[in-house]
């Protein structure tokens, strides 16, 4: 299945800032039409500003309002992709996130996510043409300590993305999902370490945020199934947890991962 970005019309969700920001720029950088959508109006206005030789449309809204959402999607021009990267996350121990706290992620995260692409695959079907991009993390893959409502969202935004290419294989539709470790300089992790100091061992590395938006376009390109965007040793260590579950918990401690986490969960006990 071949796919242009070049005059596509692309929603993206959690647009922003962060990674969010990114994914914009490399579709744009494609030739793509955008609908970047977003709870603030002003970081909107200021990514569009960025993309002033692109077609840029800023849709102010929460993510969780159904009733918003839904009426947007019955206005919007026909959308060939969809790019469901919102999400937010806590890092704490389990038994003391609020159960409100734990519900908002869940719905930022992963109900949102499927929500708005039920909303919209039905026309991309009756077209037979149309992608869906689920912005992921390796955390869906290793379940890092003290992530567990993260994680689960993210795991299910991998098995979403399967099930989806298994069910629409054959209609001009597909999905593919991008699983970014750990990002310097921007997104969440990033601005958790700022705050912390909390980072990730050298071995197992990060990467820089534009290989986000790279990652997004070549999944669409090329039909792929999956992309991890983080060092080889991340890698490594996703395979071996899949196989192995006990070791990568002895290779987490090890290299003090869960200290890193640690740290960070105390900021925001304090805060």
């Given amino acids: 299945m071949t796919f242009s970005l070049?005059?596509?019309?692309?929603?993206?969700?959690?647009?922003?800032?962060?990674?969010?920001?990114?994914?914009a720029r490399s579709l744009a950088g494609r030739?793509?039409?955008?609908?970047?959508?977003?709870?603030?109006?002003?970081?909107?206005?200021?990514?569009?500003?960025?993309?002033?030789?692109?077609?840029?449309?800023?849709?102010?809204?929460?993510?969780?309002?159904?009733?918003?959402?839904?009426?947007?999607?019955?206005?919007?021009?026909?959308?060939?992709?969809?790019?469901?990267?919102?999400?937010?996350?806590?890092?704490?121990?389990?038994?003391?996130?609020?159960?409100?706290?734990?519900?908002?992620?869940?719905?930022?995260?992963?109900?949102?996510?499927?929500?708005?692409?039920?909303?919209?695959?039905?026309?991309?079907?009756?077209?037979?043409?149309?992608?869906?991009?689920?912005?992921?993390?390796?955390?869906g893959k290793t379940g890092p300590p003290l992530a567990e409502t993260y994680a689960v969202t993210k795991a299910g935004l991998i098995a979403f993305t399967q099930s989806l290419r298994a069910s629409y294989a054959g209609t001009g539709v597909s999905a593919s999902a991008v699983c970014p470790g750990f990002i310097r300089g921007e997104g969440m992790y990033a601005d958790r370490a700022a705050r912390t100091g909390g980072k990730p061992p050298a071995l197992v590395g990060s990467s820089p945020p534009e290989e986000v938006g790279e990652a997004v376009v070549r999944t669409i390109l090329h039909d792929e199934p999956e992309r991890f965007v983080t060092p080889t040793p991340a890698r490594l260590l996703a395979a071996i947890n899949a196989v192995s579950p006990r070791l990568i918990g002895w290779l987490g401690e090890r290299l003090q991962l869960r200290a890193m986490y640690e740290k960070q969960a105390e900021h925001h006990e304090k805060s």
Avoid: W
């Fill in 6 to 23: 070049n005059g596509a019309r692309c929603l993206v969700t959690g647009a922003s800032r962060g990674l969010g920001r990114h994914i």
């Fill in 31 to 139: 030739g793509a039409v955008l609908h970047l959508l977003a709870r603030s109006k002003e970081d909107l206005q200021s990514v569009a500003a960025e993309l002033s030789g692109s077609t840029v449309h800023i849709h102010a809204i929460d993510i969780t309002d159904r009733a918003a959402i839904e009426a947007l999607v019955a206005e919007l021009p026909p959308i060939d992709v969809l790019v469901n990267n919102a999400g937010i996350e806590t890092i704490s121990y389990f038994h003391e996130i609020p159960v409100p706290e734990l519900l908002k992620i869940l719905d930022v995260n992963l109900t949102s996510a499927l929500v708005l692409t039920r909303l919209l695959v039905p026309g991309m079907v009756e077209r037979k043409h149309g992608h869906i991009v689920n912005i992921a993390s390796l955390a």
